[in-house]
């Protein structure tokens, strides 16, 4: 085998672990991997999760999330980070702090709620998520249950999913994008930065193992920026990619099942996410 000598893009996941595999650090790796960039990793915290649920969540020290960040990204360099969950407020603005210190795009998955239902960040940590966390974001992906977290505002259909949008702006990110999977019919998001728009459409796919969509989508984002895709080209590439993976979820456990990130390899696939 040649030695290779090309160093592929530099990704950064700052979010926290999924012990099942399927979501969170473990998601965003997997996906870096398929997407063709070099996943790095900054451990917030440690669950205890299966496809039936978090079983249990411990946060690590603020010195040991600054430490894994700075030692990555003084010495290694990125061309993207991707945040998920952040856990409390005093992890956020550290995180936020260290972000607004970096020269790379930033894609903010500003986690709440887990796939099941559990908490995932702290009531007191909205309000940072607000004001230092989502002004950091070139691109911030809530779906719509963390749109009302953090707006109070609840989207039943897509003609609402613009007032989210017009909220989520609103505390600073240059792009958004409302996730309306939890809508009936086609599986819709909608991508803007206030003056632009693109409805990114996609098929409902039967399958209910849809554990680490978030994480995923997020994490394809961030891997098309740092391959120095502009912003909706990365979007699409990455709504392309998930919607793959889903098709290809499958069951572990007795609960929902991950999407499928190594999707694009298997034998069987005849898709391509572009």
């Given at each position: ?45 440690v ?8 079983q ?24 993207a ?57 070139t ?21 609402g ?95 929902i ?18």
């Amino acid at each position: 085998m040649p030695i290779r000598t090309a160093v592929p893009p530099r990704v950064l996941t700052v979010a926290g672990s999924d012990s099942g595999g399927g979501a969170g650090i473990q998601a965003d790796l997997k996906t870096m991997l398929a997407l063709g960039v070099h996943g790095m990793s900054v451990l917030t915290a440690v669950t205890a999760q299966n496809s039936l649920g978090v079983q249990g969540a411990w946060e690590l020290p603020v010195d040991a999330v600054r430490a894994q960040y700075r030692s990555v990204v003084d010495d290694i360099g990125v061309q993207a980070v991707k945040t998920g969950m952040l856990a409390s407020a005093a992890l956020v603005e550290t995180v936020a702090e260290l972000l607004a210190e970096t020269d790379a795009p930033v894609v903010v998955d500003p986690v709440g709620v887990s796939k099941h239902g559990d908490a995932l960040l702290a009531a007191e940590a909205l309000d940072s998520v607000r004001t230092k966390l989502l002004p950091t974001a070139t691109v911030a992906t809530p779906n719509l249950d963390e749109v009302a977290q953090l707006t109070g505002v609840r989207v039943t259909d897509e003609s609402g999913m613009r007032r989210a949008a017009e909220e989520i702006l609103g505390f600073g990110p240059r792009w958004v994008v409302i996730k309306g999977g939890h809508l009936p019919g086609e599986a819709v998001d909608l991508l803007t930065d206030g003056s632009a728009e693109h409805w990114l459409r996609a098929p409902r796919h039967d399958n209910r193992h849809t554990h680490g969509t978030g994480c995923t989508l997020a994490s394809a984002i961030a891997a098309g920026l740092a391959l120095g895709m502009d912003v909706p080209t990365a979007v699409q590439g990455a709504k392309a990619y998930v919607t793959g993976a889903i098709e290809a979820g499958f069951p572990l456990g007795g609960g929902i099942g991950p999407v499928d990130h190594g999707w694009l390899t298997r034998p069987s696939s005849g898709q391509t996410a572009t």
